[in-house]
DNA sequence: TTTTCAAACCTTTTT
DNA sequence: GGTTTGAAAA
């Protein structure tokens, strides 16, 4: 098990006794080294399966990890509790719901529910939405709990009316939340350390079983979660912690890399261990990562260092504008595609969301397969969301939130005057709206909604989703709709369907209350990734911890990165440069850098000026390129109109409809799953209605 | 009550 | 450039 690992790999795993500190710079083999120490705990007899609990950074971290160790010690790895934080959380919620005085069937609001229940209060409240804008209110809120700080002791921050306007939201949010029997993302870290506080007998217990405490990821902990941690080390103190300051980037979300700094105060025993020796990129990668993060005052000392050659000079490339940045992009993944490259091992970087049209539009004119990493939001769309309120209600129907967005939909004539008039008998008789139903109108909801319920205890999951469709009139609804729109959303409920099955054939019997728990803390849809090469197109953020041998980070403007709400605060500023060095380390052998002129920032077409990490990188080349656009495709038929809800047919994948144009790009639904091309190519044919 | 269309808003990053 | 919100018409 040790065989593989270097000398100081090996002393982090053989270090079993006590606080261990492992600082692992970029690409070093901390995995690997968490992977084993697990299985040598295990095979070493020094710990339970279950008296391990490993936190990681995301949920698929932490499947990876786990598949991992189940490779090396078996089944034995499925006892072991590895989890986010937040999932983590959950768990120790549910085993303690009464003492927190939550009803078994407690729901998880997702950060939508949490803005429309914000923007509820403001409404009940009289308060101007324009004055007092939800969506920062809300994230005041979610960084307040992240810190610890209750609505309650707020109140000693207030400096003006807007700190008193917004406590008082706070306060009602919170009240709202516990009346809906249900708990919000924050809640997750929040509610465990309540329950630590209140009943240190409890805490005792899950000391007891936790003799092993290993955390990934340890720079972007935030307080919650380090005091989280704190209370659950017991005496014996074997807590192991993992992490790399340089690599710390979601400071947006409370996560503070002092925590890491922090570590040796903490726990004064604690023994350390430096990975030093870098797995992943060649030298002058490391270099160009190693030049940029000098910049940066505060960190632990540690030098990468590797045994690979030089390798290919990183490459920077000035282009004229986005689409030249695209295309330039995109012709050079085609080189190295000709040259027998492997898509899978290619990757563009950027700093956001927005970057990524344009070279999904360009990769697709080039024919390259590719896929969006964290962009398609499955669960956000509305006809899944409306389905999902349905289970929320059914489920608990304390969850206002989830009844009023569908009491409505479909339509049952109850607009917002019969609501107002709900709400006020709610408000006068102290009631959630659901005890509150008493029209005619409203009878027959509430009539659904019990039939239902009574159902979910003798149905299976993808039964109850069925009946649900069926006898809440939603699928009728959309059928008698007969547009294209209303097929499509039809489709993504079956899809839906497909999930539950999968639940269900992985999990067995799955309830509901086990399906929404586990829903609700995943952000991604679950990829069913063909064993296709496909280029990978994600933002920064969601590249960490992977690896790729081909990297190209784009934009490496100012405004972008470091983006333009970050500069002038030196802590944002110190933040982008470590975003900066994730890109760069994320690389194997070859790294392009990409800037462009001029950009097309908010609508309107912007002078952009190189990004000062580009100076700090202190490379000798910088090349303007020009590249020809080579879109005049024989392939692509530019004339042709195509309408949403047209009947096409793929060569590759045969019957579908259209279901959204935009710009130049076409999304055509398919029965298998959903793909989009480039307007007008050869292989998308219409379809001839009869 | 529902639909439609234009104006306003927007974009950092996400468990 | 795209999406969400608001007011006005149906």
């Known amino acids: 098990m040790l065989e593989k690992l270097n000398e100081q790999q090996k002393k982090a795993v053989q270090i079993t006794k006590g606080p261990l500190l492992i600082i692992a710079g970029a690409g070093s083999g901390k995995t690997k080294v968490l992977t084993t120490k697990i299985a040598y705990l295990l095979a ?53 719901y009464t003492r927190l005085s939550y009803s078994r069937n407690f729901t998880i609001f997702d950060a939508s529910d949490s803005l429309t229940l914000v923007k509820k209060i403001l409404k009940e409240k009289n308060l101007d939405p324009k004055m007092h804008n939800p969506k920062n209110i809300k994230n005041r809120i979610s960084s307040c709990k992240n810190n610890l ?41 929040l509610k465990p350390i309540e329950l630590f506080q209140k009943y240190p007998a409890v805490l005792a217990e899950y000391q007891k079983l936790f003799r092993y405490i290993l955390i990934d990821e340890y720079q972007d902990t935030n ?45 004064p025993k604690c023994q350390q261990v430096v990975l030093e020796k870098n797995y992943r990129s060649t030298q002058n990668i ?89 962009n398609v939001h499955f669960y956000h769309r509305k006809e899944i969301k409306d389905l999902l309120a349905y289970l929320k209600l059914i489920y ?61 205890n003798e149905v299976s999951l993808t039964e109850l989703v069925e009946e649900t469709l069926q006898r809440s009139g939603m699928r009728e609804e959309l059928e008698k709709e007969n547009s294209a729109k209303a097929e499509v959303r039809l489709e993504n409920l079956e899809e839906f369907k497909s999930i539950t099955k999968d639940f269900e054939e992985k999990y067995g019997i799955i309830s509901l209350e086990d399906f929404l728990a586990e829903i609700s803390l995943v952000t991604d849809v679950v990829e069913y990734e063909e064993d296709i090469p496909q280029i990978t197109l994600m933002t920064i953020h969601a590249a960490k911890g992977l690896e790729f041998k081909y990297v190209f980070v784009v ?46 920032l908010f609508g309107r077409r912007t002078l952009s000026i190189p990004s000062r990490f580009i100076d700090e990188m202190n490379l000798m080349t910088c090349e303007e390129v020009t590249v020809n656009n080579t879109n005049s495709d024989d392939n692509i038929d530019e004339d042709i109109e195509f309408t949403v809800g047209e009947k096409v047919v793929s060569d590759k994948y045969g ?3 259209i279901v959204e144009v935009s710009n130049d790009i076409l999304t055509i639904a398919f029965a298998k799953d959903v793909k989009k091309f480039i307007k007008g190519h050869k292989s998308i044919k219409k379809v001839k209605e009869e």
């Not at 109140?155 to 003006?160: E, L, Q, T, V």
């Not at 295309?327 to 563009?348: C, F, M, S």
């Not at 709400?565 to 994320?586: F, H, K």
């Open 149 to 189: 700080v209750t609505a309650e002791t707020f109140k000693k921050y207030i400096n003006s009316y807007h700190d008193e306007i917004f406590q008082s939201v706070f306060a009602k949010y919170e009240e709202k939340l516990k009346k809906s029997n249900a708990v919000d993302f924050d809640d997750l870290l």
């Open 655 to 657: 019957q579908g409809i």
């Open 555 to 600: 934009g490496m403007e100012e405004d972008l990165l470091p983006h333009a709400n970050s500069q002038g605060d030196l802590e944002e500023l110190e933040e982008e440069r470590r975003l900066c060095y994730v890109a760069l380390t994320r690389a194997c052998e070859q790294l392009y850098i990409t800037y462009t002129k001029n950009r097309q």
């Open 223 to 267: 307080e919650a979660q380090y005091v989280l941690v704190k209370k659950l080390v017991n005496k014996e103190q074997n807590i192991c912690v993992v992490g790399d300051e340089s690599q710390s980037i979601y400071g947006f979300r409370g996560s503070n890399y002092r925590n890491i700094l922090n570590f040796e105060k903490d726990f």
């Open 286 to 374: 490391l270099d160009v990562a190693n030049q940029v993060i000098k910049y940066n005052a505060r960190k632990k000392e540690k030098k990468l260092w590797t045994d690979k050659e030089a390798g290919a000079e990183v490459v920077v490339n000035v282009l004229l504008d986005e689409h030249q940045e695209a295309e330039y992009v995109a012709q050079t993944i085609n080189d190295l595609k000709n040259q027998g490259a492997d898509l899978n091992e290619i990757a563009i970087l950027y700093r956001t969301n927005a970057q990524s049209r344009v070279f999904e539009e360009t990769i697709l004119r080039k024919g390259l397969p590719y896929r969006i990493v964290g």
């Open 396 to 456: 608990n129907v304390n969850d206002d939130v989830s009844l009023l967005r569908i009491i409505n939909e479909p339509s049952r004539k109850i607009g917002p005057k019969s609501l107002a008039d709900l709400e006020q008998r709610a408000q006068a008789s102290n009631e959630v709206l659901f005890a509150a139903l008493t029209t005619e109108k409203e009878l027959t909801f509430k009539n659904l909604i019990t039939e239902l319920r009574q159902l979910s």
């Open 44 to 96: 070493e007899e020094l710990a339970l399966p279950q008296e391990i609990l490993a936190i990681t950074f995301t949920n698929k971290a932490a499947k990876e990890m786990q598949m991992r160790i189940r490779g090396m010690v078996g089944k034995k790895a499925n006892e072991m509790q590895i989890s986010t934080f937040h999932s983590f959380g959950v768990r120790i919620i549910r085993e303690n």
